[in-house]
Nanobody, 125 residues
Framework: QVQLVESGGRLVQAGGSLRLSCAAS????????MGWFRQAPGKEREFVAA????????YYADSVNGRFTISRANAENTVDLQMNSLKPEDTAVYYC??????????????????WGQGTQVTVSA
């Protein structure tokens, strides 16, 4: 089990940008496919983006493709989510997740075995 800690969530105006970061513990980070999910109030948790173990292959939900960018720094055990052109509908708790699943892309909640505690992103209109 890997420990994940997200940071960077805050209140931002529509059209603005925000960068989330996730720090992972352990020495197997390069072997992990990393993902970002989000959950808005009253809604199911949904897939946002994933980056393949070792990188650099990435995959995005249609709703964020072209606006969000996922990246990883294997030497630092971190994965970031750069969010641009934010919209009020991007408001949610954002979760970092990890999996040893070898297939890619992997987008299902049940495909990921480790989760962070989440960080709140609020986009005001």
């Amino acid at each position: 089990q890997v420990q994940l800690v997200e940071s960077g969530g805050r209140l931002v105006q529509a059209g603005g940008s925000l960068r989330l970061s996730c720090a992972a513990s352990g020495r197997i980070f390069i072997s992990l496919t990393m993902g970002w999910f989000r959950q808005a109030p009253g809604k199911e948790r949904e897939f946002v983006a994933a980056i393949k173990w070792g990188g650099p292959a990435t995959y995005y939900a249609d709703s964020v493709n072209g606006r969000f960018t996922i990246s990883r720094a294997n030497a630092e055990n971190t994965v970031d989510l750069q969010m641009n052109s934010l919209k009020p509908e991007d408001t949610a708790v954002y979760y970092c997740a990890a999996t040893l699943d070898r297939k890619f892309p992997v987008v299902g909640i049940t495909d990921f075995s480790s989760w962070g505690q989440g960080t709140q992103v609020t986009v005001s209109a």
